[in-house]
Structures are given as structure tokens and as C-alpha cells.
């Protein structure tokens, strides 16, 4: 079983950053791809951003230039690191741990509010 602690949200005023870290249990945690996804009220969860086992990743189209994803396997962690945040960006935050067999553990989830 793997766990999945999600940390770093809070209110933040538009423009302004957050980092989010999201530490993971077990050891299969470097040969795993990790995601972030959010959820607003009454929205859908959508990813908003994936790193492979190898590094490589991918962005939501809304926030490719101003978020970066990435992982230290050292530690078992994926960040999350937000920049020029927006009010739209408000959501729960969810981090999202993907075995190639189609297995998936999710996190508890943390509350980013932008707003001023």
C-alpha cells in the first residue's frame, strides 16, 4: 500500500506563488510516474501536471510557463511549484502516484485559494 501526503497550500494573493510537495510511502516511488490534479467546486478533477519515472513531463495548456513540475526520488517527492497565480487557479490539489500496470494511489489532497 502506498500513502500519499500532500502539503503546501494555502491562501495566496493574485500574482503570488505556492509550493506544493507531495511525499510519498514505499519504494516504489522512482519507477512510478507522478501527477498533480486539481478539483474546484461543482469542476471536474483535471490534471494539471505529470512527471515520468524518467523525468519527462507535461503540462495542462492553462498552466504551461507559469507551474513546474518536479520529483526527487532521494526523498520520495513531487513538487509542485505555482507561479503568477490565478483566482481560477483555486482548487483542492491532489497528488496522484501511476503504476504502468494502471494501478494509481491518490493523495488526501490540500486547498489552494488565490484570491485578494
Known amino acids: 500500500q502506498v500513502q500519499l501526503v500532500e502539503s503546501g497550500g494555502g491562501l495566496v494573493q493574485p500574482g503570488g506563488s505556492l509550493r506544493l510537495s507531495c511525499a510519498a510511502s514505499?519504494?516504489?516511488?522512482?519507477?512510478?510516474?507522478m501527477g498533480w490534479y486539481r478539483q474546484a467546486p461543482g469542476k471536474e478533477r483535471e490534471l494539471v501536471a505529470r512527471?515520468?519515472?524518467?523525468?519527462?513531463?507535461d503540462y495542462a495548456d492553462s498552466v504551461k510557463g507559469r507551474f513546474t513540475i518536479s520529483r526527487d526520488n532521494a526523498k520520495n517527492t513531487v513538487f509542485l511549484q505555482m507561479n503568477s497565480l490565478k483566482p481560477e487557479d483555486t482548487a483542492v490539489y491532489y497528488c496522484?502516484?501511476?503504476?504502468?500496470?494502471?494501478?494509481?494511489?491518490w493523495g488526501q489532497g490540500t486547498q489552494v485559494t488565490v484570491s485578494s
Open positions: 512527471i515520468t519515472s524518467g523525468g519527462s513531463t
Open positions: 514505499g519504494s516504489i516511488f522512482s519507477s512510478s510516474a
Open positions: 496522484k502516484l501511476s503504476r504502468m500496470s494502471g494501478l494509481g494511489f
